[in-house]
Each structure stands twice: as structure tokens, then as C-alpha cells.
């Protein structure tokens, strides 16, 4: 596909028309949720956790949240709590819309890039100037796709991004230099990953939001998972009170925000409802309620860690030492997940089939972050609320 082209996708989505955040989803679009004892799970356990996150909002930290927890395909919880700022409406985990921050980067771009390696679109050990030839020069010919996914590309982690246009922003990105040699380093890099959107996008020949709309968020039900939502949507979470409706539906990232809403990094928006069904996908194996979005081969292979790269799996991230990181100290050594500044968090166990979603504006206060912690919290009650022995049978697949 020509280079220009690749720019008219930009300008063309930047301007267009978001989904009705008004009304609720439609009803193909509900699950209905599997009690506790189902799942294996103690429900007064699992009220702790949604205990934990009722004492930041209590405490200030944020003004609501979204909480989803399950196990395998089963949904469990979905609670809103909270609301979504000061003086507004009470958290719908069905319609109240949050700024996923860089959740995009596994929901969206590393989704779209395990989708189009099974299609035989991209490989991981191919250059990433093989689908984009304006990626050049230094060293560049030498980062892989494999480099942007485990942050290793030795590109920055971020830049004043300048340009007038999302065109002219894009055309800057792809010229920003390499900070070290490929493979060297372990840098956690919104510049990489906004250079692997556009990577796919190529490979994908047409926009990714497409392919997401077409391959995995329509098969979900996911109908309130988007890319520039925009002022109007008044379902969505402001992510910085002062400055009001201009961080309501408009993505808060700053390079995202410079490639007009539509980047690797950041932009996606969800609510706790379809963040549920995505989870559940992942936890099951890439199928969800009959719906087969991913191979099984393919999830086991994108979150396992990867060699000389920290704790990084491919877009994926894995549990740090006790104390850092996001998983807690209960969540086994094979889990995997993400988080996002404005305070969302994914995180999913294969071992025992947990997955917890946490979707909150903590960037609307202006006090201290405190989201590592809550959500080490979050995940070790979750992990507690497992019943001995439910390893198997009901509780799984």
C-alpha cells in the first residue's frame, strides 16, 4: 500500500462519526454472569475486592471505577463504582466509557498483529522496514517486529511529538532515531509501539480499526470499544477534571492525541462490560462463548516471557518481584497483563482461569497514584477468592 495512503486512513478516521454511547448496548451484546460458586470462586471473598477499590474511591484516589472479574469464559462480576467525576452520574459497567491509555496497546495493536501473523500477514522476525520502507536509517533496518512488541527496539520511549496534522505527526514518528542498538535494551516505548500500529496497518492493507471492528470487537459484542469517541460522548469519563470535556472522549495521551486519536500507544475506549468479554477470550484459550477470535497457539505464544527482555512477553507484560508491577503476589508466574496511566488495568492468570479488569479515571484527581497498589490488592483478593480443588471441572473450560 502507498505510504500516502496509509496517511488518508489517518485523516479519514480522525474524522469519524463514534458509536451512540447513549443507550445501552443491544441485547446480543449482554452475558449473562455465572455465580460465583460456579466459577469456583467464594463470593464474600470476592466482595473484598471490590471493597479494595470502594476504599481509594473513599480515599480520593479517583471518583469511580469499573471492576470485571471471571475465569475462564465465565463472567463473574461487573460492578460500578463510584462515578464518573464530581457531581456526575453513578459508573454503568455496560455504558460508562473509559480511556483505556495504553490497555490499546495489547487490546488493540498487539491483538491486530497476533491476527495478522495467523494470517501469515507479518512475521515477528521480519524488519519492521519491510512494511514500512520510510523506517530508516541508523540502525533501523534492524528492528523487528519482535523489538517494538518486547519494548527492545532502542527507539525512546517518547517525544514532543510536533506537526500540524496527524499526517505530518505520522511522518515525524517514523523518523525518530534510535536511542540504542536493537535488542540491547529493555525501554517501555509508546514511540515503538505507535511505529508497530502503523507497521500493521500496512500489512493488514486497510485501517486497523477495521480489521479490530471486523475480527474481534463485533464477534465480541464489544459495540462500545472504539477508537475517537470525541467531546459529544457524554458516557465517557472525563480523564482531567480542569480541563473538563476537553479530556471527555478525546484520548489523553499526548502522541496519540498528535496522531489525531488513531495510534498504537493509546486511543482505544471501552467499558468494563466488553472488557469483560475480551478477558474472557484471552482466558479461554482465544474463544468466548462460541466465538473463536484467536488460536490457542497463538495467545500461549504472545504472553509467554521472552528472552533477554525483562519482564516483557510479546505486547504483553508479566509479574515483577513482590511489591512492583501490577499482578500481586498471588497471581502465578504464567500470568500476563497491562496497564494504563489513566488507571486501567487488564491482567489475566492461565494457571487457575482468573482475569480481572479494572477501568478507572485516577488522572481526574490530581493526589497521589496509588493504582499499583490497589490493583496488587485487587488481583491477590481475587486470587484468595479461588476455592481449593476448582482448579478443574465446573470452573473451567
Known sequence: MPYPALLAFVAAFSAATPPDTTVPP?????HELSSAAAAGFSASALIRAED????EIQRGS????????????RVVLEEGLGRTGRGEGEVDPETTVYDLASLSKVVGTTTAVMLLVEDGLMRLDEPVSAYLPEFRGGN????TIRHLLTHTSGLPDWVE???STPEESLRRLLNVQLRSAPGMRVVYSDVGFAVLFAAAERAAGEPLYRLLDRRVFEPLGMHHTSYVYGEACRACASTHRPMGDAYRGRVHDPIARKLGGLAGNAG????GHDMARFAAMMANGGEFEGVRVLRESTVRAFSQRQPGTGTRALGWDTPSGPGQGASGTRMSSRSYGHTGFTGTSIWIDPERGTWVVLLANRTYEEGPNRMQTLRRTVHD???DAVRPGSETGAAGR
Open 26 to 30: 443491544d441485547r446480543s451484546a449482554r
Open 52 to 55: 479494595a477499590v470502594r476504599d
Open 62 to 73: 479517583f471518583p469511580g471505577a469499573s471492576l470485571s472479574v471471571g475465569r475462564w469464559g
Open 140 to 143: 533501523k533496518d534492524r528492528v
Open 161 to 163: 511529538l510536533g506537526g
Open 268 to 271: 482505544l475506549f471501552s467499558t
Open 381 to 383: 483478593r481475587v486470587a
